[in-house]
């Protein structure tokens, strides 16, 4: 079942320029925030980002980063 949200108290601005997209996508500003409601629920949180990096191996560059970079500026001189 839908359930219906408000909000109260948004900035002219704000408002304004929701009008604006929902307008430059061809929605209604209630269909816009729909969308963009859902994508923002279906985003992953940072807690699970951070969950999931630390299951993967680390990536060991050849050469290091650092190497790179000395070899950069010891050519300069």
């Known amino acids: 079942m839908n359930k219906q949200i408000h909000v109260r108290d948004v900035e002219e ?3 304004r320029r929701l009008v ?3 307008n430059a996508n061809g929605l209604s500003l209630s269909e816009y925030l729909r969308v963009k409601l859902g994508e923002i629920a279906n ?3 940072n807690d699970d980002l951070f969950a999931k990096l630390r299951t993967r191996e ?3 560059l050849k050469p290091s980063a650092e190497a790179i970079i000395r070899e950069d500026r010891d050519s300069r001189s």
């Open 13 to 15: 601005s704000t408002h």
């Open 20 to 22: 604006d997209l929902a």
């Open 43 to 45: 985003r992953p949180t």
């Open 58 to 60: 680390p990536v060991h």
